[in-house]
């Protein structure tokens, strides 16, 4: 069974139609990079998965959660969803284990012990393991988009949605960022990440979707969407270089 | 007969001073409790709230403190209430109090980058979890500052309800000068007073400020 489907997905904001019938399967231990024009409605399409929109038409079924247009049950959902944005948004007022460990505690009541493992795990997944008592603040922002990806595995998500976490970041602080989903994805975890770093989708994303205008305009396996892609708008988006 | 300022008259109007303490205490502390309702309410998703609590902020602010002590006074003792000038006076200071409290922290909150807001629901917190354990402690540090600035404002106003007879700080100097004619000594005094309990509150929040500060820095 997948973890992810999006069957024929319709987001509007008003009266401009953001997302026109997007399709889109997640198998389990999948890593799927989605590509695309600024605007095309890729964040739109990863905060629908995680119910942040609401859509107006379609189905979209996560580990067993169904999202319709009626917007229930999005708590039980996001639960079993992390996201990752572009800002870290780590919570100021909390130090770097107390941010991980709030989720669990609160939301899934697990005990404190439980709590204080998962934070220790999944700060050493994502190479932080000595910076457990400081506070955000102190972090730089490579560090901190880290804990942040620490903080939703905390929650042990069936899958891990990014949302350009590198843009915000200097370039010398992009790498440890995308070392850390690398190494998440090779221990396993499904993955759906829109980015820009092209590269690292090709290596990484054994699928990959390019999304035009809210459609999905192609879509097939990393290595041919990047070698020899078959319409027009894909091969200028590449072609453009764009960042 | 004109009496001379002494020890006495002091006295007399120091001890007032509890009832401007006490009256500055309970316009906090209940005023305050209704300020958190109505600055949850404005901050609601409820729009009825909302429009409910903007109504009350309005109306508590475009009305002068003095009308909500008479209505509180005399307008309840029409109603069948008998109050005690000291009763009406803690309601009136409450109202009002609940009104600029309720601005100041709906402030608060909504300084809250939204982000916070929109990280906390992606990790699936309930509102009263987000409330809880993500916005208000961070709404709390804002709203020190302002909040201590308008306390310190609420002491000085309770002056308002000497003239409903309540014999608060000011009043007390009043009927202290009007026996006495020697107004520099007797509202120097009352001044002096009002500074002493003003100007630790002042102290109070800097150092506050100061804290919050260094813990997060820290
Ligand atoms: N909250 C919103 N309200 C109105 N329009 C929005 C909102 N969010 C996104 N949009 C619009 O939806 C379109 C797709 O946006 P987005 O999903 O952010 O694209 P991408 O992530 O591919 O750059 C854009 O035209 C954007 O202006
Ligand atoms: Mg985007």
Redesign the pocket.
Known sequence: MPVVQVEDVHKR??A?E?LKGIDLTVERGEVIAII??????????LRCINGLEQIQSGRIEVSGHVIDASGKGLRDLRKDVGIVFQSYNLFPHLRVGENIMLAPRVVLGVSKAEALSRARETLAEVGLAERFDAWPDNLSGGQQQRVAIARSLAMRPKVMLFDEVTSALDPELTGEVLATMERLAEHGMTMLL?THEMAFARRVATTTVF?HQGRVWEMGPSERIFGSPQTPELRQFLGSGLK | MIRQFTESEFLFILASARWTLLLTVMAMLLGGLLGFLVALARTSHLAPLRVLAAGWIGLIQGVPVLMLLFLSYYGLSLAGFDLPPLIAATVSMALYASGYLGEIWRGSIQAVPWQQWEASSALAFSRPQQYRYIILPQAVRIAIPPTVGFLVQLVKNTSIVSIIGVVELARAGNLVNNATFQPFKVFGTVAAIYFIICWPISLLARRLEGRLHARRAG
Do not use: N, P
């Open positions: 904001f008003g401009v953001v695309g024009r600024s605007g095309s409605g890729k964040s739109t399409l829109v999304m």
